[in-house]
């Protein structure tokens, strides 16, 4: 063993003395803010158009991929995804059923690198093929180039199923192109919607007599300018007509009375063919937004006048018409929430009628109107989850299959007692039942097989919670192979999140499963700044309270040492998009407590946070620089502004996609670039930009199981498996 740690330490050394000659080019800037003087060694790095900032970029990504390449067993898991793949045969998802049974859906069979539309009459009608990417060409380029792929994002039939919109982007660039496609006869119209994202805002909302949709328009495309995101504007699109001749009904230019930031989406909502209004919510970084209702005759005569509904301050979450009725979710004085609804004409969102109160220990997390009553769902610590009924003033328990750790919903509607369920844990795979209140039975109801996964049959799931340095008690999930020895030698992989109220539900990862059939375990810390325990766990991880998040993580990180499972040489960290705040801090805070860290797309650099993709929006989840109190929050979480010289921090790769819209490819350069200047540490600093990504959605599967694998191989190598230590250069 002695002999293996020189070999792995010597091979460390060459690579790091070749990094510290190729260090990034620095240009200082020195900054005040309310008094305090902040000093951006590498604000340079930020303008992506100049050549030295390219060409460093470019070398520290081929140095990474040199390295990479020396791992033996780097695409292990690449190659295990691909043979499961195989096993499974195809796979489904975006399923959307319309109210007469005609099923739409994405299907990728083993082997293609993206999912066709496929669609069929009832559950049991025969499939056919809809749509096949690989044949569209861009609006924007008519010469068809095979260089070009396309990404299926979104598809939405109209009310009837007799037409269907498809969202298509392209290389992660989050910014899509629409077609629209006679269903009978598979004629795609010729007209091409662009300049839109649906699959990220507002999403696609058709008229009740399916003649066209609204949509949101971003008025500039331009990654790189300042107006990007900013703007952008509700369309209502007629099939047919020119996409160009926009007929904006709700934008900040459109309805100036209404005062609409050009930071927030302005989105519109329907939920029923035959509802009687739309509402128009303005869609940010925030759970509880401003929204507006009209009545759906005076949209369509043109009309502009927009009526407030309700405010910030009103904590309205997750809305539903029901005719005249509003069903909702409020946090109002309800950090749990509770299910609630109000009227169209006289509402009152802060004093409503409650119809299922605030539960003590669950959290009300989703729920589906019916002709039968209001399905819903609660999760404890974010893991444990529930299915109850609401019906003739009465909840109804509702026994799951299976004990699942998360739970979707899906209806047709309040006209239709059609529910479907689908249950997943983390080790137990989606499963989709259609649910019978009459027999108050479960009926299997997948559109891809049930596989049987023999080789994960001694993976045990243990859920647990930590105190902890405040004594609050944080959700721990352990994934692992009942085999282990908890002998302080398990490899660890942390992966965790804790922003924007978003809960790390347990969900079916084969690379999990497999790493833990590796002899690791996977734990995930459910820490403050998620949503996993209410809305008071979201703002107690948040702007000044952000070190929570990374407190907690590490307290995590601690019990497992204590408890005997791992050691601060066996423990590796990943964390992605806001999740690097998590990561970044935790690592810099406590180097001597990881032995590797990988960040993608990481938020790295938040005092600089306004100068991001979605910096308008996000300030209201990190904090504005531009306040004098929650500039110090900033500060305080900004991973790249405390990284000390002469530390010694650990193995560290971080990636990001060139053409992120979210987090900026330079959050993750200037991070590193400093790191190298800084530490004096022998672990490599790796940074690795995808040419052809963005923020980690719209790629093809091989691409994501290449990430995968190139992440999993680089936390085995640095916390010593033998199976992925590199033998070149040992004799040097």
């Known amino acids: 063993m002695k002999i293996k740690i020189f070999f792995i330490t010597l091979f460390s050394i060459v690579f790091v003395k070749g990094q ?5 080019p620095s240009q200082s ?6 008094g305090i003087k902040v000093i951006d060694t590498y604000r340079n790095l930020e303008n992506l158009q100049d050549h030295q900032t390219i060409s460093w970029m470019k070398s520290q990504t081929d140095y990474t991929n040199s390295l990479l390449n020396k791992i033996p067993n780097r695409n292990y898991y690449l190659d295990k995804r691909l043979e499961f793949d195989k096993r499974q045969g195809y796979f489904v998802s975006d399923l959307r059923i319309t109210g007469n049974d005609k099923y739409f859906y994405l299907k990728r069979n083993a082997g293609e690198k993206t999912a066709k539309v496929y669609y069929r009459e009832y559950f049991s009608g025969e499939e056919k093929l809809l749509y096949d990417p690989s044949s569209f060409t ?46 009978k006869t598979k004629h795609i119209y010729p007209e091409v919607i662009n300049q839109t994202n649906p699959s990220n805002i507002g999403g696609i909302r058709w008229l009740e007599d ?9 008025p500039v495309t331009d990654t790189k300018s300042h107006l990007f995101n900013k703007n952008t504007q509700s369309v209502l699109y007629k099939i047919g007509e020119n996409p160009n001749n926009r007929n904006v009904v709700f934008s900040n230019i459109n309805n100036p009375n209404l005062k609409i930031d050009q930071d927030t989406f302005p989105s519109i909502l329907a939920f029923n063919a035959d509802d009687a209004y739309y509402i128009g919510i303005l869609v940010d970084s925030e759970d509880f937004r401003k929204t507006f209702i009209i009545s759906k005759k005076d949209l ?29 979710f409020s946090g109002y004085n309800s950090s749990n929430y509770k299910l609630c609804k109000t009227n169209v004409q006289n509402p009152n969102f802060k004093n ?50 299976y004990v699942s750790g998360d739970i979707i919903l899906s209806s047709k509607g309040k006209n239709f007692s059609d529910i479907w369920v689908s249950c997943s844990g983390w080790a137990n795979d989606e499963q989709r039942f259609r649910y019978n209140l009459k027999t108050n039975d479960f009926t299997l109801e997948n559109l891809a097989p049930v596989i049987e996964y023999p080789e994960f049959k001694d993976i045990v799931v243990e859920e647990t919670t930590v105190r902890s340095y405040d004594g609050v008690e944080v959700p721990l999930s352990l994934i692992y192979n009942k085999n282990i020895k908890r002998d302080g030698t398990v490899p660890v992989l942390m992966n965790g999140y804790g922003a924007f109220a978003e809960s790390y539900s347990p969900y079916f990862s084969i690379s999990y499963l497999l790493w833990a059939n590796q002899g690791g375990i996977v734990a995930v810390p459910h820490v403050r700044g998620g949503g ?39 423990i590796a960290l990943l964390g992605a998009s806001a999740g690097g705040i998590l990561m970044g801090r935790a690592v810099i805070e406590r180097p001597d407590l990881f032995s590797a860290v990988i960040i993608e797309s990481g938020v790295l650099n938040t005092v600089r946070v306004e100068q ?80 052809e990504g963005g923020h980690g959605k719209d790629i093809s599967i091989v691409k994501r199981y290449a990430s995968i694998a190139d992440i999993f191989a680089f936390a085995f190598w640095q916390l010593g498996h033998p199976d992925y230590q590199p033998k070149e250069n040992t004799k040097k």
């Open 20 to 24: 510290k000659n190729n260090l990034a």
């Open 138 to 183: 861009s609006s924007f380029d008519n010469t068809p180039d095979v260089s070009h792929e396309f990404i299926i994002n979104l598809i939405s039939p109209s009310w009837d199923g007799s037409v269907i919109a498809i969202s298509l982007s392209e290389k992660g660039k989050e910014l899509s192109e629409i077609i629209v496609i006679d269903v």
């Open 300 to 328: 369509l005569a043109g009309k502009k006048n927009w009526k407030p509904l309700y405010d910030k301050d009103s904590k309205v979450h997750n809305i539903r018409l029901v005719g005249e009725e509003i069903i909702f």
């Open 210 to 218: 399916n003649s066209g949709f609204f949509y949101v328009y971003y």
């Open 612 to 691: 991001n993709g979605t910096g308008g929006t996000t300030v209201k989840e990190y904090g504005d620089p531009k306040d004098s109190v929650e500039f110090r929050g900033l500060l305080e979480m900004d991973a790249y502004h405390h990284v000390k010289k002469g530390r010694k921090y650990p193995a560290m790769l971080i990636t990001a996609g060139i053409n992120d819209p979210r987090v900026k490819p330079w959050m993750s350069t200037k991070f590193v670039a400093k790191l190298l200047a800084d530490d004096i540490s022998s672990n490599p600093k790796l940074l690795k930009i995808d040419y």
């Open 29 to 34: 800037i020195t900054d005040e803010y309310f």
């Open 352 to 401: 409503p009628k409650v119809i299922v109160a605030e539960k003590k220990d669950e959290v009300l997390d989703n729920y589906t109107v019916t002709k039968d009553g209001i399905y819903f769902t609660t999760t404890k610590n974010g893991v444990e989850a529930k299915l109850y009924l609401y019906k003739d003033g009465k909840e109804i328990p509702i026994k799951l299959p």
């Open 532 to 570: 996993e325990k209410g809305d008071q766990w979201h703002v107690d991880g948040q702007k000044l309270k952000k070190p929570n998040s990374w407190k907690d993580l590490i307290a995590c990180a601690e019990y497992l040492i204590k408890e005997k499972y791992t050691s601060s040489k066996k």
